[in-house]
């Protein structure tokens, strides 16, 4: 299957395998209870947003937050919820035509920058940045990305690079890996 990671007006589609199945806990473990993410909060880089929730469109490409609402976030439901072990993917896009992008400065965050997701159940649970990397679209990590993980971890992907305007779209994507604190 293609996941679309972009998050662009115009999204180009990643090679990608299906999410992954959950994996048991080794250092950090799950937080119990409802695990539903309704906001995320970053404040390195003023990032506050509800989040909506992203499955696959019909081709098989992640779905991305509506482009009309640049300042909104989305987390991808077939994966794990905010605190289950596994990778935690949240999508934003960094622009629009009109507007910066709920993700606009997500290669600003730096190692060691909390990020905060609201639960249903009430609680939250905060994440700590490990590292932020670009990446070809065409050569999307999708392992390091969707696959298995032995803790309760988050992504955060947007677009970046060069502006193809040919395409309509960005040439890369932005990655954030985190861990739970």
């Not at 080794?26 to 404040?43: F, K, N, Q, Y």
């Not at 992203?54 to 937050?65: H, I, K, M, Q, W």
């Not at 990397?133 to 999307?140: G, M």
């Amino acid at each position: 299957m293609t996941v679309a990671v972009a998050a662009d007006p115009h999204p180009v589609d990643a090679r990608s395998a299906p999410p992954p199945a959950p994996a048991s806990a080794e250092a950090t473990g799950p937080v119990p209870g409802d695990p539903r993410p309704l906001a995320i909060s970053i404040p390195g880089i003023r990032v506050q947003s509800t989040l909506v929730p992203l499955g696959l469109n019909p081709d098989g490409s992640a779905e991305v937050p509506p482009i009309e609402k640049p300042e909104q976030a989305g987390w991808f439901r077939l994966g794990p919820g905010a605190g289950e072990v596994g990778p935690f993917v949240v999508l934003g896009h960094v622009d629009s035509y009109t507007a910066a992008g709920v993700f606009y400065r997500l290669r600003d965050l730096r190692p060691g920058d909390p990020v905060t997701v609201e639960r249903a159940d009430g609680s939250r649970v905060t994440y700590v940045v490990d590292r932020v990397e670009t990446a070809p679209k065409d050569r999307f990590p999708t392992q390091a990305v969707y696959g298995d993980v032995p803790r309760p971890e988050i992504r955060l992907i947007t677009c970046g690079g060069s502006f193809d305007e040919a395409q309509r779209s960005y040439e890369d994507n932005v990655i954030v890996y985190g861990h739970l604190r």
